[in-house]
C-alpha cells in the first residue's frame, strides 16, 4: 500500500521499503547458504549479520506502523496479513522443519494491524510527538523480555521465570524453554515499535513530513516497496529452490 498525504504520496516511505525488502532478500540468502546447505560465512554470526538483521526488521515494522495510518480497513489488512503468516507456518513446517515459523514478523504485523482499530480512540488523544517518543522508549525498555529482562543501560531487572514456563505464551514475548521459531518477532517488544510508527504517520498525514518525502528519486525502488508483501512471501520458496538445485543438482 502506498503512503499518501493530504495530497501526495510519501514516495520516500515506499523506497525506503523497497530498499529494506531487497535487503531481507540478502539477508536470508546468506542465512539459506549458512543454516541450510552448510556454507561457511563467518561474518554471518557477527555483529554485522546481526546489525543487519536488526536494521531490516526494525524499518520494516516501523514502516509498517506509518501505514495503518492510511489504511480504509486495518482490520481486513490484519486479517490478510496473519492468513498468509499461517500460509508460511505450514509452508516451513513441510519443506524446513528445523526452522519452522511459529511466530515470525508478519504474525506480528498481522495481529498488530488487527489490534490498532481498537487502540485507535486511545492513542489518538496522545500528542503525535509525545506518542512516537514514548512508544519509541518503550520499545526500547522491553526490547529483551524475550531473553528474561527489561531495562535500558544501567537499569535492568530480570522477569520472573514463571513467565517463561509455557511455549503458548510465546507469542506475547515468553518463549517457554521448548519453543523454537525460524522467525521470532512477538508482540512484546515489537508492537510498540509498531505503534511508534503509527506516530511518524500523524505527521505524514498532516503533510509536515519534510519536501523531499513527497518527491520521487527511484521509482522502480517504490514500485519495489509497493509489492513488498508479495516479496516477502515468495523470495525464500525461490531462494530455496535455487541453492537446492545448484548444491544438489549441479
Not at 174 to 199: E, K, V
Amino acid at each position: 500500500m502506498g503512503i499518501v498525504g493530504k495530497t501526495r504520496r510519501v514516495i520516500l516511505a515506499d523506497e525506503w521499503r523497497g530498499f529494506v525488502i531487497l535487503l531481507m532478500v540478502f539477508y536470508h540468502t546468506v542465512y539459506d547458504l549458512v543454516a541450510l546447505f552448510g556454507v561457511p560465512i563467518s561474518w554471518f554470526y557477527t555483529g554485522i549479520g546481526h546489525g543487519l538483521q536488526q536494521f531490516i526488521c526494525i524499518s520494516f515494522i516501523f514502516i509498517s506502523g506509518i501505514c495503518c495510518r492510511f489504511s480504509r480497513s486495518n482490520l481486513r489488512r490484519g486479517a490478510v496479513a496473519f492468513g498468509l503468516a499461517m500460509l508460511l507456518t505450514v509452508g516451513t513446517l513441510l519443506v524446513t522443519p528445523q526452522v519452522a515459523i511459529w511466530f515470525g514478523v508478519l504474525h506480528l504485523l498481522g495481529i498488530s494491524m488487527m489490534l490498532y482499530p481498537l487502540l485507535r480512540p486511545l492513542l489518538d488523544k496522545l500528542p503525535r510527538d509525545f506518542g512516537l517518543v514514548l512508544f519509541l522508549a518503550l520499545f526500547l525498555v522491553f526490547k529483551q523480555v524475550p531473553s528474561g529482562w527489561i531495562g535500558l543501560g544501567p537499569w535492568q531487572m530480570e522477569l520472573p521465570n514463571s513467565l517463561y514456563r509455557y511455549t503458548w505464551l510465546a507469542w506475547l514475548g515468553f518463549p517457554g524453554p521448548a519453543f523454537s521459531s525460524g522467525d521470532y518477532f512477538p508482540l512484546i517488544p515489537w508492537l510498540f515499535l509498531f505503534l511508534a510508527g503509527s506516530f511518524l504517520g500523524r505527521r505524514a498525514q498532516a503533510g509536515a513530513l519534510p519536501r523531499f518525502c513527497y518527491s520521487s528519486h527511484l521509482p522502480w525502488l517504490a514500485a519495489v516497496g509497493r509489492a513488498s508483501i508479495w516479496i516477502y512471501m515468495l523470495h525464500q520458496p525461490v531462494i530455496y529452490g535455487l541453492l537446492w538445485l545448484y548444491f544438489r543438482v549441479f
